[in-house]
């Protein structure tokens, strides 16, 4: 079951060059039975990681493009009435796939952004009273540019909660930009990724990062740091405990990944800053991402 995550690595390295972490984290998410937000500048490759991602897994792929006009009914579904029924018949939305894509979630409104809150922590839609699964597995890939660029709406603190972790791509380098107009010139396509995993394998694929050991004293280093993040006088609202839950879980998604069944400090230590930045809200405007570093180095570690 490694070989198909190795696989699927590769896979998305055709059209993402020089992003291994990234495509890591993505992966980590996937397994984790989390959700990715991808924060960063427009042009750098947000969406095309999600695209790709979504063309090597074996399953039904939607795509939602928020703006402002966008209404929660139009990502959830709604009831129509059918003269000939007589009756209400529901016409399902976007969110009733396998690997929903939110491209730039933070241009809907937050009535439109609150029709994910539900879907994304529970697995189902409710519309005029009658909740719905949606299909299994579920992931959504979100991006997102900064807040202070024009026609944006802040995500609020619950629905950035929902995201398991959080990541930036950034630019990339003179070699690896080079490489990408090389891959462009020789006609690499998102089109051209064929599925490479199944939604069966996703699904074992979880049960067995489920089962990666993680000793108690390891836990008990995930609490601290959790906990520092509630008492730390430079954080106005720390990590909550599902950001507890999700770290412990992407810890052992990482050490699957490496080939380990038992999770250590190195694998916390890499994923805190993903975990957790995106669910600091900071003092005097200070930068989350800087805090979690502080306080990694001075937590002792197991």
Known sequence: MRDKIDVLTQNLARTIVGKNE?????????LSGGHALLEDVPGVGKTLLAKSLARSVDGKFQRLQCTPDLLPTDITGTNIWNPKSGEFSFLPGPIFANVLLADEINRATPRTQSALLEVMEENQVTVDGVSRAVPQPFFVIATQNPIEYQG?????????????????????????????????????????????????????????????????????????????????EEITLGVSPRGTVALQKASQARAFMLGRDYAIPDDVKFLAPHVMSHRLIPRGGRNSRTIVDRLLRSLPIP
């Open 152 to 232: 944006t709406f802040p995500l609020p603190e619950a629905q950035m909660d929902r995201f398991m972790l959080s990541l930036s791509l950034g630019y990339p380098s003179e070699s690896d930009e080079l490489e990408m107009l090389q891959n462009l010139q020789n006609g690499i396509q998102v089109a051209d990724l064929q599925p490479c995993i199944t939604l069966a394998e996703i699904a074992q694929l979880r049960q067995l990062c489920s089962q990666v050991k993680v000793e108690i004293s390891l836990q008990q280093y995930i609490l601290e740091l959790v906990r520092a993040t509630r008492e730390d």
């Open 22 to 30: 990234a495509i890591d984290l993505v992966i980590i998410a996937l």
